[in-house]
């Protein structure tokens, strides 16, 4: 990967219970960005969140951001099993390109 | 709301043979991005332009190359292809940057699905 880790690399839990995914980066960014790709598909961006913001929410999305530790993380609360997919944390590594990171997988069960 | 349209949206090709992929950015939008992903890989930045001029470059093999026409279409052409060349091709586009700002969402194609047999 160009980024640095995502962890957990895979997620599995029951729908009502939250998510958590963290992803950490290794440059200093503008701003970081969340998406969710299903099996094969396109990307879809969920939320981008600037340097100077720590924390921010959208509907059941809430993200955090530590510039110091350069990590973030996705919250989604009361998953439903249409959350199933692929989620990617992104900077925008100082120029016109995206670098993603590995992304973590979840599952969740109905 | 129109969206990023590339095409084809699956490509098959032989071994050395050469393939085109072609991106059509969200109308008004002036940068557009390729990004190869592999089989459970994550996306990797290939190539940007911004105003017809390339901007960025990443990880893409000489054996490829693209460019931005005056309509800011984008297209990717690969040659001399190889197995390890099989992936998901996405494109995105975005207004760049704006003056005096650090924000720049990109907006994802669906992809082109190219494999090389």
């Known amino acids: 990967s160009q980024q640095g880790e995502e962890d957990p690399q895979a997620l599995s839990i029951q729908e009502g219970e939250n998510a958590t995914m963290n992803c950490s980066y290794k440059?200093?960014?503008?701003?970081l960005q969340w998406y969710r790709q299903n099996s094969g598909r396109g990307l879809v961006h969920l939320i981008l969140?600037?340097?100077?913001?720590r924390e921010k929410h959208s509907g059941r999305l809430r993200v955090t951001l530590d510039t110091s530790k350069k990590s973030s993380s996705l919250l989604i609360t009361a998953s439903r099993a249409a959350d199933t997919a692929s989620y990617f944390c992104?900077?925008?590594?100082?120029?016109?390109?995206?670098?993603f990171g590995a992304g973590t997988r979840l599952f969740v069960k109905a | 709301a129109a969206g990023v349209i590339q095409s084809p949206r699956h490509l098959i090709k032989e071994k050395r043979e050469t393939a085109t992929l072609k991106c059509y950015p969200i109308?008004?939008?002036?940068?557009v991005y390729w990004y190869q992903q592999g089989p459970g890989q994550d996306p990797q930045f290939l190539i940007s332009?911004?105003?017809?001029?390339?901007?960025d470059k990443g990880s893409i093999p000489d054996r490829f190359s693209a460019q931005q026409f005056s309509d800011y279409h984008s297209e990717l052409n690969m040659s001399s292809l190889e197995l390890g060349d099989s992936a998901l091709y996405f494109c995105?586009?975005?207004?760049?940057?704006?003056?005096?700002?650090?924000?720049?969402?990109?907006?994802f194609g669906p992809g082109t699905r190219l494999t090389v047999l």
């Open positions: 995105a586009s975005s207004l760049g940057l704006l003056a005096g700002s650090s924000y720049n969402e990109q907006f």
């Open positions: 440059t200093s960014i503008n701003n």
């Open positions: 969140i600037r340097s100077n913001e």
């Open positions: 992104a900077t925008d590594g100082g120029g016109f390109k995206t670098i």
């Open positions: 109308p008004r939008h002036d940068t």
């Open positions: 332009f911004y105003e017809k001029m390339q901007s």
